[in-house]
Each structure stands twice: as structure tokens, then as C-alpha cells.
């Protein structure tokens, strides 16, 4: 715990757990089908790995995973057991303005987060502005590139944005 208050991290799906850039995809990568209608499927590769990697690091730095993606609780059904991860606890943002800052920044009031998401440069004046309002806690907004997917590396600098304030 950082000061007494549990630690966030926040794991997208599309870009740091699906690499949907990536061409070809990355060998260790599996491909799964996900239903999303009656009769259409929408293929994921996954890495069975990152569950794992991710379990590790919030034991770790006792933190809580999270999910904070537009899977919302399908995240949880269609992601989850496909890289070895029990349900999460899900931010829950609809309709917001602002994208995702809005429904994280309820979510993660007053506690120090690390958020994996390939997306931080689409609304960068409220990136910036959620960033300044927490500016008195450990906020690391760990760019993934959609195209590699969470790496050792996004796993190191997690590590290193908390033990900043052990």
C-alpha cells in the first residue's frame, strides 16, 4: 500500500492485451474468436502470459487490477479466462466526455494508479488536465503501442512509478 490507500492498475484490452496493430502478429500471441453479434466474431490475439504478468505485478505493488477498456464487463467473460485472470472490477464509463478520464478519475479518486492504454494522445488536453488534478499522486499513464502489445518493459515501468513512493 502507498499511504495507507491500495494502488490501481488499470489494463486496457484493444492495444496492450490485443495487439490489433501488430502484422503479423507477434509469435506468442494466440488467436481467439469473440462473438460480438449473431453472427459475426471479431478475432483477438492474446497472449496467455499477460494474466499472469499482471497477477504478479498487483500482488507485488498490492495493488488492484482493474479493467478500463470498451469491453467493459465483456472484458471479464471474453479476455479474462483467455490469459488466466479472474473477473476485475470494471470502470465504467458511458457516454463520457473526455473519454475514459472522466469515469477513471471517479473510480481512482485519491488513489495512486498505473493504467496501461495505447490511446493517451486522443484527447490530450483532458490527458493533461487529469494528470495536474492528480498531481499529488502517483499517476503513470503507460503508453502501449498497439502494434507490440504490454511488454517486459510497460511491466518495468509500472514497477518503477510506484517504487518511486514506497
Known amino acids: ?17 490485443n495487439p490489433w496493430a501488430a502484422n503479423p502478429k507477434p509469435p506468442r500471441y494466440r488467436p481467439f474468436d469473440v462473438r460480438v453479434g449473431w453472427r459475426r466474431k471479431l478475432r483477438v490475439h492474446l497472449d496467455p502470459r499477460h494474466g499472469a504478468a499482471l497477477l504478479e505485478l498487483a500482488g507485488e505493488l498490492d495493488a488492484e487490477l482493474a479493467w478500463a477498456t470498451s469491453w467493459m464487463h465483456r472484458a471479464n467473460t471474453d479476455i479474462a479466462p483467455r490469459i ?5 472490477k470494471v470502470v465504467e464509463f ?6 475514459k478520464y472522466p469515469a477513471v478519475a471517479r473510480y481512482g479518486y485519491e488513489r495512486p494508479l498505473v493504467w496501461f492504454d495505447d490511446d493517451f ?12 488534478k492528480r498531481r499529488h499522486l502517483t ?5 502501449v503501442d498497439p502494434a507490440t502489445g504490454i511488454t517486459e518493459r510497460h511491466l518495468g515501468d509500472a514497477r518503477r512509478a510506484f517504487s518511486r513512493n514506497l
Open 94 to 99: 458511458h457516454d463520457e466526455h473526455g473519454w
Open 1 to 17: 500500500m502507498l499511504g495507507g490507500v491500495r494502488p490501481l492498475i488499470l489494463v486496457d484490452v484493444d492495444g496492450p492485451l
Open 139 to 143: 499517476t503513470a499513464l503507460v503508453h
Open 121 to 132: 494522445g486522443l484527447h490530450p488536453a483532458r490527458r493533461d488536465e487529469f494528470v495536474h
Open 84 to 88: 488466466g485472470l479472474p473477473a476485475l
